[in-house]
């Protein structure tokens, strides 16, 4: 009698955003910093996203100035560069609005003819989209992404880029969590090094921890030395004894 055991499931392959992603996570939990992760960001942007050609990451200072990061090629900076210089375009906008930003052909556009007329007469892209990367609450930047093509980005494009913006975000502000957690633990081992070294001339000098304080600050002023380094020594030298 002919066994009447299911059939195992067919296995499905791993989608190419799924990998890409992964792809991407990695790069994240290795990276010490954020130019590896933003130059991965942007990469993944022409690999992902139908018709893009260029991508570039655009983020705001602290004095409202935007300066491009990362970006593919010299033509996705230059389109950046563009945007600064004439104050106006989708990437720019991005960074304020809420909604993606999408121009489909440069040629005939009217939103930004400044912009728009650059463009075409300075590089080969004929559509761009802007889409904006929120960290903790701030509008920090956009990711930018450029097509030769009129039309090239579609809606398509930018439901495939709104998910990469997305991602960006958490990306970005997981880095930015880890480095402050980074910068948080090397000021509590300064301190604990600060607080050695006042207990250790107070102990010297048989004075309060104020004047051993003052004697540690004025050490580090005649050295030109930040008072965590002369702190450092000053254990180092203890301990040698």
Do not use: W
Not at 49 to 68: E, I, K, P, W, Y
């Amino acid at each position: 009698m002919p066994s009447t055991a299911p059939a195992d499931p067919p296995t499905t392959a791993p989608s190419r955003l799924g990998v890409a992603f992964e792809q991407l996570a990695a790069v994240i939990y290795a990276s010490a910093d954020y130019d590896g992760i933003n130059s991965a960001l942007v990469s993944a942007a022409v690999e992902l996203v139908d018709g893009c050609t260029h991508a570039s990451l655009m983020l705001r200072g602290s004095r409202n100035d935007f300066r491009t990061v990362a970006a593919t090629d010299d033509v996705a900076r230059l389109v950046d560069e563009l945007e600064r210089r004439h104050h106006e375009g989708p990437c720019v906008d991005a960074i304020i609005e809420v909604a993606p930003q999408l121009v489909e052909d440069f040629r005939t556009d009217d939103q930004y003819p400044t912009l728009a007329s650059a463009v075409v007469a300075r590089t080969p892209v004929r559509s761009a989209a802007g889409f904006r990367i929120v960290v903790e609450d701030s509008k920090v930047g956009a990711l930018n992404l450029f097509s030769d093509e009129p039309g090239g980005l579609d809606e398509r494009s930018v439901d495939q880029a709104i998910v990469l913006a997305s991602f960006a975000s958490v990306a970005l502000g997981a880095v930015n969590s880890r480095l402050q957690a980074a910068t948080l633990a090397k000021g509590l081992d300064s301190n604990r090094e600060i607080g050695k070294a006042v207990g250790l001339m107070m102990a010297f000098h048989k004075v309060g921890d104020d004047e051993a304080f003052a004697l540690l600050r004025k050490a580090s002023q005649d050295m030109n030395m930040k008072i965590a380094e002369v702190a450092r020594q000053v254990v180092e030298h203890h301990n040698r004894r």
